[in-house]
């Protein structure tokens, strides 16, 4: 009988193997587990980032956009973007340069015909009214109608071809203004430092005024009697403080920056400071539009944001008139002014140390990147024409 074995220990032996393969299978069920998620972080290590295709620790990171809208790859498994362009993704890229590039021109154009066509319109009439083409130009001139036709115009030109090139490149105008992690101290901080950029860049562009005197030119356009009734100077004073700021940021760093951005932000940041410093139609003007311009970029970047860049641009404007204002009125108040703004440049000077050395630097392009800023921008033959009828124009300002 001992040849036969007992039911109940049959069963308890196949109960105990089937523990066991149940505890293997789970097991290897364990380990499959852990095999995919090593796979899933590996593919997703070997595919870029739609938002951050380059992955440069530099860039400031939600700012672009997604990057796949311009090379339709980076959907792929395991696809990373090489540093040469292939065809697709240059056409694509070049068409964001030239959207950009457009609207500048169409600012350029509109604006200086609007301005020929309605203060013409407008002299007729008056020339009907008084009865003589010369008195009637000097009303124009000496009143507030040149100053209020001039604040119309530039806004509904900047405005309009925001929001066209930003609906024309697939952005959204809400994109424009959605800040972060900025703060009441942060404002005052960049004033500050933009007080430190304007001190520095106001004495180059005397410097290069007093160079200009000297070969009996003039890097500004004679405006003596312009707008000098007091509605003219509060209209002046409306657009060049608060009309202006909001405008200019919306065009140059809400729409130029973003679409000039898609693929380097280094080159987005210099680019967009590029052509709002010749916009300004001087070579003194230049520089400090250009100088003030990387910086506002550099903080739009940063808050995702022109917000801080209305803030500081608001800042810029109304200390040039309040310093301006306030040395007209004596000597000794000129010397005061003077004491204010060597105190608040050596300030902001330091407030710019400070602020660079927190990690605030301007972002690095890496090889993929550097391929695809310039190269690609010079290559659109609207870029080319945005920058050199601009540039004309500043020439053509240089009075002899």
């Known amino acids: 009988m001992?040849?036969?074995?007992?039911?109940?220990?049959?069963?308890?032996?196949?109960?105990?193997?089937?523990?066991?393969?149940?505890?293997?299978?789970?097991?290897?069920?364990?380990?499959?587990?852990?095999?995919?998620?090593?796979?899933?972080?590996?593919?997703?290590?070997?595919?870029?980032?739609?938002?951050?295709?380059?992955?440069?620790?530099?860039d400031y990171s939600g700012y672009c956009g997604d990057y796949s809208e311009i090379q339709p790859r980076l959907g792929e498994s395991g696809y990373k973007i090489p540093v040469e362009i292939d065809h697709i993704e240059f056409r694509n890229l070049k068409r964001q340069y030239s959207i950009g590039s457009w609207c500048i021109i169409f600012q350029f154009f509109i604006s200086?015909?609007?301005?020929?066509?309605?203060?013409?319109?407008?002299?007729?009439?008056?020339?009907?009214?008084?009865?003589?083409?010369?008195?009637?130009?000097?009303?124009?001139?000496?009143?507030?109608?040149?100053?209020?036709?001039?604040?119309?115009?530039f806004l509904v030109c900047n405005v309009s071809n925001t929001f066209i090139g930003l609906k024309w490149a697939g952005f959204k105008g809400a994109s424009m203004i959605k800040t972060r992690n900025f703060t009441f101290g942060k404002g005052l901080q960049y004033c500050i430092i933009a007080a430190f950029l304007w001190a520095v860049s106001v004495y180059a562009g005397t410097f290069v005024e007093t160079i200009l005197n000297k070969f009996d030119m003039t890097a500004y356009a004679d405006q003596e009697g312009l707008g000098e009734t007091p509605i003219a100077l509060a209209i002046g004073y409306i657009y060049s403080c608060i009309i202006a700021p909001i405008t200019e940021e919306m065009?140059?760093?809400?729409?130029?920056?973003?679409?000039?951005?898609?693929?380097?932000?280094?080159?987005?940041?210099?680019?967009?400071?590029?052509?709002?410093?010749?916009?300004?139609?001087?070579?003194?003007?230049?520089?400090?539009?250009?100088?003030?311009?990387?910086?506002l970029a550099q903080i739009t970047l940063k808050h995702n944001s022109i917000v801080p860049a209305i803030v500081v641009h608001i800042f810029v404007n109304s200390f040039s008139t309040v310093m301006g204002l306030v040395s007209d009125i004596s000597d000794t108040a000129s010397f005061a002014a003077m004491l204010v703004l060597v105190a608040l440049a050596i300030l902001g000077l330091i407030m710019l140390i400070v602020f660079r050395s927190d990690g605030n630097r301007l972002p690095a392009s890496t090889p993929q990147q550097h391929r695809r800023g310039r190269a690609v921008a010079t290559s659109s033959l609207p870029f080319l024409m945005a920058f050199c009828i601009q540039v004309v124009y500043i020439l053509y300002t240089l009075k002899f």
């Open 112 to 153: 200086i015909f609007l301005s020929l066509m309605l203060s013409r319109g407008i002299q007729l009439v008056l020339e009907l009214m008084h009865g003589s083409d010369s008195s009637a130009y000097e009303y124009m001139y000496g009143s507030s109608i040149l100053v209020a036709l001039n604040m119309i115009i």
């Open 251 to 295: 065009l140059y760093r809400g729409m130029l920056l973003k679409v000039f951005s898609r693929a380097s932000q280094r080159f987005g940041i210099f680019a967009t400071a590029l052509f709002f410093g010749v916009a300004h139609g001087n070579i003194a003007q230049f520089i400090l539009a250009f100088v003030l311009g990387i910086f």
């Open 2 to 58: 001992d040849e036969f074995i007992n039911a109940d220990e049959y069963r308890a032996e196949v109960s105990a193997q089937q523990q066991e393969i149940y505890r293997l299978n789970t097991i290897i069920d364990e380990k499959n587990n852990q095999l995919n998620k090593k796979n899933k972080e590996l593919l997703k290590n070997l595919t870029a980032d739609k938002n951050n295709p380059f992955d440069n620790p530099t």
